[in-house]
């Protein structure tokens, strides 16, 4: 009974850290986004005008004292907001690998190495972000975080699923021609998640204000070179542009690309486990993927037309999230059940 009681404990405490790292993850980029270069710190309106800027020659000129000092004393408690959330989720995973190894001695297949991982990742992320503190706004250091965060996010869920009974293995004949596809899915679209957080950070968002095409043609000019510099400033500024608009636009573009491939890769998986899946009761995992993934392209095209509001990029982020942990489900279903 003790070792059963433990068993929830574990399972409890490791959702409760997953759900906090799924908001941990929407926060975050509701905290980025709020700030970002071409983006709308305020909701419905923008900048308090009716419509959203296209340029950042739009912008107001000149910003109000009162107004200036209101944004900083927010962004103050977003910080701090962070910060708490950060600190909360380390407790819960600690005691998550604590429990882990306490449950060890009784079950040879308890969860262990991951719940460890995750912890250091964590530590390790928030240590590096403490040591280079006068850097926390650089792009390389943002992405630490988000990818940080995200991995985090990933590798809790996966140890959820390894504890609950819903999301049971399937036959292994399916899941073997299930499996590889899953896990290429599962990265294309961890690489398009970075692609996305790449953008983000150097303020990216609108160096494309049309769709489909971009700049009013197919192929703008472009730098990728000075795109993917790692170590820089931050891209946009509206002090002055510290990134060069052929290098956004790249950046942009770039994400565009990534996300077209998802289009049809990810697309074509969820048609195909849907079309498979009939008698294993893998139809739902693909309604599931199909379900977020047209939402996640709906709200990234949305973002473009109508100039990027907040609202809309913070979801557009969550469901970058979901559908990550939408394809991690899928691989857990599909591969061999665990022996314990």
């Known amino acids: 009974m003790r070792a059963s009681e433990q068993s929830s404990r574990f399972f409890r405490m490791a959702l409760a850290a997953a759900a906090l790292a799924l908001v941990a993850v929407v926060f975050n980029a509701y905290a980025r986004l709020s700030e970002a270069g071409l983006g709308c710190p305020d909701w419905p309106g923008c900048y308090g005008m009716l419509f959203a800027p296209v340029t950042a020659q739009d912008l107001p000129q000149e910003i109000d004292p009162v107004r200036q000092k209101a944004l900083e004393k927010k962004h103050a408690a977003q910080e701090t907001l962070q910060r708490f959330i950060s600190v909360g989720l380390s407790f819960l995973l600690i005691r998550v690998a604590v429990l882990g190894w306490q449950l060890k001695r009784r079950h040879r297949g308890q969860q262990i190495w991951i719940p460890l991982v995750t912890l250091i990742i964590t530590l390790g992320v928030g240590a590096a972000v403490s040591f280079n503190f006068e850097y926390r706004y650089k792009p390389l250091v943002l992405m630490m975080q988000l990818v940080g965060s995200m991995t985090t996010l990933a590798l809790l869920w996966w140890i959820v699923l390894r504890e609950q009974r819903f999301f049971r293995s399937v036959h292994v004949s399916v899941g073997r021609g299930l499996r590889p596809r899953a896990l290429f899915a599962l990265v294309l679209v961890a690489a398009e998640v970075v692609l996305g957080g ?44 510290l990134l060069a608009l052929p290098a956004v636009t790249a950046i942009h573009f770039a994400h565009r690309i990534g996300a077209l491939m998802v289009l049809f890769y990810v697309g074509w998986l969820a048609l195909h486990v849907l079309r498979v899946g009939h008698e294993q009761n893998l139809c739902r995992y693909g309604m599931l993927i199909l379900a977020i993934f047209v939402a996640e392209m709906a709200l990234g095209i949305v973002e473009v037309v109508v100039h990027l509001p907040l609202a809309v990029a913070v979801t557009h982020s969550a469901f970058a999230a ?8 899928l691989y857990h279903v599909v591969r061999p059940p665990r022996t314990l």
């Open 198 to 241: 790449w953008s983000m950070v150097n303020y990216a968002g609108l160096a494309c204000p049309d769709f489909p095409i971009c700049q009013g043609r197919w192929w703008p000019p472009m730098d990728f070179l000075e795109a993917f510099t790692l170590w820089r400033d931050v891209g946009l500024d509206y002090e002055g542009r």
């Open 322 to 329: 979901l559908l990550l942990l939408a394809l991690v489900t």
